[in-house]
């Protein structure tokens, strides 16, 4: 893993902007970026997707039921 910069740019009428940047790893292998943000996100889709799941079960169980 590599550490660098990633910087997020803002567009606005045409133009970009630097709005910031924050310190990321970059797999050399195969470029997978790992930062603390992109983390949270995917921690997050995880836990919506598990409890559509849970849901979904749920749902099943009550159909086979009836």
């Known amino acids: 893993m590599a550490k660098e910069r990633l910087y997020d740019l803002l567009e606005n009428d045409g133009q970009v902007y630097v709005s910031g940047w924050r310190w990321a790893y ?5 470029g997978k970026v790992s930062d603390w943000v992109s983390e949270q996100n995917r921690q ?23």
């Open 26 to 30: 970059r797999c050399v292998g195969c």
């Open 44 to 66: 997050i889709a995880a836990k919506a997707v598990t409890a559509n799941q849970r849901k979904g079960n749920a749902r099943d169980e009550e159909a086979g039921a009836a």
